[in-house]
């Protein structure tokens, strides 16, 4: 049986990209070469926010005298789980080191950046958990300079809640400045704080845009578009969660796609009947951006069987999957493009977003399909090693040599022929090219 589309998409999630890369590019020229100055021109005309740009001692403490005790608990268990799971991750990765051949060694370093600059949007929503999810991270991996940068509202500065995540995370600078002009001040080292060496987090389509065009000098987390999540489910899930779940991920903004892949038909048309009045419930601006987002991004789709469900999932590569069917060990061994999986009705992509401990800066646009999420390991520059006795390069440098040659590299060649000739004297070895 092919696929059956109950309801296709009428639009892919794309930005006008040649006019947002243009405006872009303007603002950070104009930053690097006018610096201060000019990131507090765009400060104010964009953000419309005329306060401290690095905030003291002084303004976080009473801004995180602000937070409600009870959030303030709910924000250090998700900051606890974060850096648990962040620790689990870097003790993965490790010094090696290994004898290639005898007296030939060679070996892996791990070495963390110097300075991160984690973007934590504040726009239409205030993403505490981006927060905690990217300085957690950086702070596990050991970088010795973390700055937090978020988007301030006008008379009233950076979210207290987002101030308080970004302290207790381990933030040594917390930066009221959002947008283009915040990623700017970051990578060229404004307001007195160190260059970042990478780029981390969140953002509208400007911020993803300077990304974009700054990753080379900088390196970044990912480019990451509009959020999107993939239900997977069979005639055993229960349709108002699986409904709940696909509105909960459509409120993210107005072109976040949300996807159904179902064998059951039953299922599938009982979760068209239930989004509608689940979204028409949502609070008003909740409400628009999950409504637009399910009328023209959606789309639920009906397999033959989880063969050809997992086939599907794959092919989507999405941001978020959910499996909710029968034999979940099955699920897990069988997918492989995502780029972080919930499994089973009891977790939800909901609870990886906010505080589980798993990351929710994730790959979007099917670039799951070649990379996962952020980690700790994003931070950490994974670099090689080695070291020689002098009889221990002989062959290594006997086959450098005729490879070289082989390859018309006769500088290469050289380098190798002069150590053989220094360190072995009386020795003849043949290096040419000749098969």
Same mark, same amino acid.
């Given at each position: 049986?092919?696929?059956?589309?109950?309801?296709?998409?009428?639009?892919?999630?794309?930005?006008?990209?040649?006019?947002?890369?243009?405006?872009?590019?303007?603002?950070?020229?104009?930053?690097?070469?006018?610096?201060?100055?000019?990131?507090?021109?765009?400060?104010?005309?964009?953000?419309?926010?005329?306060?401290?740009?690095?905030?003291?001692?002084?303004?976080?403490?009473?801004?995180?005298?602000?937070?409600?005790?009870?959030?303030?608990?709910?924000?250090?268990?998700?900051?606890?789980?974060?850096?648990?799971?962040?620790?689990?991750?870097?003790?993965?990765?490790?010094?090696?080191?290994?004898?290639?051949?005898?007296?030939?060694?060679?070996?892996?370093?791990?070495?963390?950046?110097?300075?991160?600059?984690?973007?934590?949007?504040?726009?239409?929503?205030?993403?505490?958990?981006?927060?905690?999810?990217?300085?957690?991270?950086?702070?596990?991996?050991?970088?010795?300079?973390?700055?937090?940068?978020?988007?301030?509202?006008?008379?009233?500065?950076?979210?207290?809640?987002?101030?308080?995540?970004?302290?207790?995370?381990?933030?040594?600078?917390?930066?009221?400045?959002?947008?283009?002009?915040?990623?700017?001040?970051?990578?060229?080292?404004?307001?007195?704080?160190?260059?970042?060496?990478?780029?981390?987090?969140?953002?509208?389509?400007?911020?993803?845009?300077?990304?974009?065009?700054?990753?080379?000098?900088?390196?970044?987390?990912?480019?990451?578009?509009?959020?999107?999540?993939?239900?997977?489910?069979?005639?055993?899930?229960?349709?108002?969660?699986?409904?709940?779940?696909?509105?909960?991920?459509?409120?993210?903004?107005?072109?976040?796609?949300?996807?159904?892949?179902?064998?059951?038909?039953?299922?599938?048309?009982?979760?068209?009947?239930?989004?509608?009045?689940? @979204?028409?419930? /949502?609070?008003?601006?909740? $409400?628009?951006?999950? %409504? !637009?987002?399910? &009328?023209?991004?959606?789309?639920?789709?009906?397999?033959?069987?989880?063969?050809?469900?997992?086939?599907?999932?794959?092919?989507?590569?999405?941001?978020?999957?959910?499996?909710?069917?029968?034999?979940?060990?099955?699920?897990?061994?069988?997918?492989?493009?995502?780029?972080?999986?919930?499994?089973?009705?009891?977790?939800?992509?909901?609870?990886?977003?906010?505080?589980?401990?798993?990351?929710?800066?994730?790959?979007?646009?099917?670039?799951?399909?070649?990379?996962?999420?952020?980690?700790?390991?994003?931070?950490?520059?994974?670099?090689?090693?080695?070291?020689?006795?002098?009889?221990?390069?002989?062959?290594?440098?006997?086959?450098?040599?005729? @490879?070289?040659? /082989?390859?018309?590299?006769? $500088?290469?060649?050289? %380098? !190798?022929?002069? &150590?053989?000739?220094?360190?072995?004297?009386?020795?003849?070895?043949?290096?040419?090219?000749?098969?």
């Amino acid at each position: 049986m092919p696929r059956e589309y109950l309801k296709q998409a009428t639009l892919t999630p794309k930005s006008h990209a040649t006019e947002t890369h243009d405006i872009v590019k303007s603002i950070l020229d104009e930053i690097e070469a006018g610096g201060d100055e000019a990131a507090l021109k765009y400060a104010k005309q964009f953000d419309r926010y005329e306060g401290s740009v690095i905030l003291g001692q002084a303004e976080i403490e009473a801004a995180c005298a602000l937070v409600p005790e009870k959030l303030r608990a709910d924000i250090r268990f998700a900051h606890d789980n974060v850096r648990r799971f962040a620790e689990l991750q870097k003790s993965t990765v490790r010094d090696v080191e290994t004898e290639i051949t005898p007296g030939f060694v060679a070996g892996q370093k791990a070495i963390p950046v110097d300075a991160a600059g984690c973007y934590v949007p504040g726009g239409r929503y205030s993403h505490i958990a981006s927060a905690i999810m990217t300085v957690t991270t950086a702070k596990v991996a050991g970088c010795r300079h973390i700055t937090a940068c978020s988007p301030p509202r006008p008379g009233v500065g950076v979210n207290p809640a987002i101030v308080y995540a970004a302290h207790i995370c381990g933030a040594d600078k917390i930066m009221a400045m959002g947008g283009v002009q915040g990623v700017a001040a970051m990578t060229f080292g404004l307001f007195g704080l160190p260059k970042a060496n990478i780029l981390v987090g969140p953002g509208n389509q400007f911020v993803a845009e300077a990304k974009r065009i700054l990753f080379g000098r900088v390196g970044i987390d990912m480019i990451a578009g509009p959020t999107d999540s993939l239900i997977l489910a069979d005639k055993q899930a229960d349709p108002h969660i699986v409904a709940t779940d696909l509105v909960s991920q459509a409120e993210h903004g107005y072109n976040s796609p949300v996807w159904l892949v179902t064998d059951d038909r039953v299922l599938a048309e009982e979760v068209l009947r239930r989004v509608p009045e689940l @979204i028409a419930d /949502l609070p008003e601006l909740n $409400g628009e951006n999950a %409504a !637009a987002a399910w &009328r023209d991004y959606a789309e639920v789709i009906l397999c033959e069987d989880r063969e050809d469900m997992a086939a599907c999932s794959d092919e989507y590569a999405p941001e978020h999957l959910t499996v909710q069917a029968e034999d979940l060990d099955w699920w897990l061994n069988s997918l492989t493009c995502y780029g972080s999986l919930f499994l089973g009705e009891e977790t939800t992509v909901s609870y990886g977003d906010k505080a589980t401990g798993t990351n929710h800066v994730l790959p979007t646009s099917r670039a799951a399909s070649y990379t996962g999420g952020l980690s700790v390991h994003k931070y950490m520059k994974i670099v090689t090693w080695q070291r020689a006795t002098r009889e221990g390069s002989k062959a290594v440098a006997e086959a450098t040599a005729r @490879i070289s040659r /082989l390859e018309g590299m006769e $500088g290469h060649a050289r %380098a !190798a022929d002069v &150590r053989l000739a220094k360190y072995f004297p009386n020795e003849t070895f043949d290096l040419t090219a000749d098969a």
